[in-house]
């Protein structure tokens, strides 16, 4: 029996006519980074909101740490340690980096909801949002209203906010996306940093960021996986060559 964090089994998905996802499978093991590529409409996205619990497969079943979650919500999901960032992680533009942060950890630790912005104030939440400013370089933007920050600051905030929850397994769609070179940099050694820590899934357009990071790739296309495999068997694959990177690799 597989005792990878991650498995996809069959998985199906339609809207109407047009299947978006199909039959597919993959397991993602324990320590990997398995990143996700293909051209535009490959159905990356549908793949990752079956995953995260946003939208559901018409068949097929999602099992993660043994827990069968296909039907279940995506606040259910990230309580069992299966979280989201990016697209999907909601930025309070108001609130300062820290109250962000602080909110985040609020929600995972149980701390009352009494009044909503004072999440911050509760020494302990204060604490653990700060560690995790400090941990990718926002500590000195800590009072800053989030929507205030650089492009690459808020993609940096929204880790700490994901990691706030305690994942088990993070699910990133499309980190570098409108970075400059010089965040799309930082990003990567953070990313660098978290593979080491815990199972991350990656779906990004940067093929120098996706074969710099993924222990493992597989390759989408129409719906269906193509070829998976380490970086370098994925990159010589004359399918994956015709079908997608081209010159690219």
């Known amino acids: 029996m597989s005792t990878a964090p991650l498995q996809l089994k069959n ?39 079956q995953i995260s619990g946003l939208a559901s497969p018409n068949s097929g079943s999602i099992i993660f740490h043994g827990h069968d979650v296909t039907r279940l919500p995506m606040a259910e999901r990230a309580k069992l340690g299966l979280v989201r960032s990016f697209q999907i992680t909601s930025i309070l533009p108001r609130f300062s980096a820290l109250e962000n942060v602080a909110i985040a950890a609020q929600a995972q630790h149980g701390s009352s909801f009494r009044f909503f912005g004072n999440a911050a104030a509760e020494a302990d939440l ?25 492009h690459g600051e808020k993609r940096r905030l929204e ?8 994942p088990k397994l993070l699910l990133l769609d499309e980190p570098l996306a409108g970075t400059s070179h010089d965040e799309s940099q930082r990003l990567i050694a953070t990313l660098q940093e978290l593979r080491r820590e815990l199972p991350i899934v990656l779906i990004e357009h940067d ?15 129409y719906g269906r996986i193509i070829a998976s495999g380490p970086p370098q068997s994925v990159r010589d694959n004359a399918d994956v060559r015709a079908a997608y990177l081209g010159e690219e690799a």
């Open 11 to 49: 998985l199906y998905k339609s809207y109407g006519a047009l299947r978006v996802t199909d039959d597919v499978s993959l397991e993602v093991a324990a320590g990997e980074l398995h990143a996700i590529i293909g051209p535009n409409g490959a159905g990356k996205t549908t793949l990752i909101h």
């Open 126 to 150: 204060n604490d653990i949002a700060m560690g995790l400013l400090t941990r990718f370089g926002l500590a000195a933007r800590a009072l800053v209203p989030a929507g205030q920050m650089s």
């Open 159 to 166: 880790i700490a906010i994901a990691l706030a929850a305690k």
């Open 207 to 221: 093929m120098d960021a996706v074969f710099a990071l993924a222990d493992r790739v597989s390759v989408l296309v």
